[in-house]
């Protein structure tokens, strides 16, 4: 373990200094009120005599793990035990901290890398059931499983992108554990470490397009599943944004580059959402129900069939858009007229443009300006009754949700 490390030749008295001042100090503090500050110092000095011990001895590797693993169970001990909080944290930091150093000697040899960050998950997983702040200890339990997939994964061989599946298990038991939980503070900590799991799990997959959207896939599975606990509603957001990227990522991967393939998938939910919203409040205005989920759709395809040389798109496009100008007609929705009714516009004139260009080009020159003066003088003429009809469509829409 620390074959070939250059130590002090005074180095083996280490242990037995840090010992024997622990000692006295518990012993001449013992009736005095420094006695908690003492007992906390002395629970440091023996760890620091436990930490140095096998490197002063030249212990085999092997023993050398193991006794590192007993100074962090010893350490959670303490943290059940004892009586005041101090010392309490403090044991909790240190077992913490045993374990970090005790993970990353471990990483030499593959069993032991394995065998080490089972232990550890497994003692800490009995500590967050014994020992308080339960929290911390869940925590660092699901850290640990999440560090143990990705070494099991890597043991067996597999590419990241597999391994990422096998990681998705922690974020799902998490998501089970936090559903059985009464604690909210441990409740958001299991959820959190969840979280950063299946983080963990989409990084390890980003190099594999088709198995990043099925992780991602997973990870709105397990989203959807906590948002059925009356308390986790907003979860259901994350879980269609999840589902959302997911699809994308599959279309990307399949090449697919219509528009309408990777903004319906957002469009069919927002306006599901939408309508759940006004059912809940008709007061609300549709422009927040229903206008972004609309123009998420619409405004992509316009831009496209602006472009685009065939005549399918705009057609579908314009049926489209005037189907969503129908519709907000009939229910007295300003978005949905607004927005249909703009993009219908838009689309006809895009339509028409060729034509109005050749007409333009074949008609005498004096022709256009005439015509927009007759259309002047009809407006000069009745300018007042425009303004009433201006006021008037103003009045409808304004009466609108």
Known sequence: MTAGTPWPPDAATAPLVLAVVAGVSVWALRTTQWRPQAMTGALVLGWATALVLPATLELPYVVGLFA?????????????????????????????????????????????????????????????????????????????????????????????????LLVLVVPCGAALLAARLDEPGTTTAVEVTGSVAGLVAVGLAVTDPPLLALVLALCGVIAAGT??????????????????????VRLGSWGVGAPEAYTLPVTVPALLVGVVRRRRDPLASSWTAYGPGL???????????????????????????????????????????????????????????????????????????????????????????????????????????
């Open 68 to 164: 590192l693993g007993l100074t962090a169970a010893t350490a959670v001990a303490v943290a059940a035990y004892a009586r005041r909080a101090p010392t309490a944290y403090t044991a909790t930091a240190l077992a913490l901290i045993t374990s970090v150093s005790l993970s990353f000697l471990s990483l030499t040899s593959r069993p032991a890398t394995l065998g080490v960050l089972a232990a550890l998950t497994a003692l800490f997983a009995v500590a967050a059931v014994k020992v308080r702040p339960a929290s911390v200890w869940a925590s660092t339990s699901l850290a640990g499983a999440t560090a143990l997939a990705c070494a099991a994964g890597a043991a067996a061989g597999w590419a990241p992108a597999h391994t990422a």
């Open 227 to 248: 948002a059925v606990r009356a308390d986790r509603r907003s979860v259901g957001y994350a879980a269609t944004a999840l589902f959302v990227l997911a699809t994308w």
């Open 295 to 401: 123009a998420a759709t619409l405004v992509p395809s316009l831009l496209t069939a602006w472009g685009d040389a065939h005549w399918l798109r705009p057609l579908l496009l314009g049926a489209a858009a005037l189907l969503v100008t129908l519709l907000g007609a009939r229910h007295r929705l300003r978005a949905p007229l607004l927005l249909g009714g703009a993009v219908l516009a838009l689309d006809a004139l895009h339509e028409l443009a060729p034509y109005l260009v050749q007409l333009a080009g074949v008609l005498p020159r004096w022709l256009p300006p005439a015509l927009a003066g007759l259309v002047l003088l009809a407006v000069g003429a009745t300018y007042e009754q425009r303004i009433r009809d201006a006021r008037r469509v103003r009045e409808v829409l304004g009466r609108m949700y």
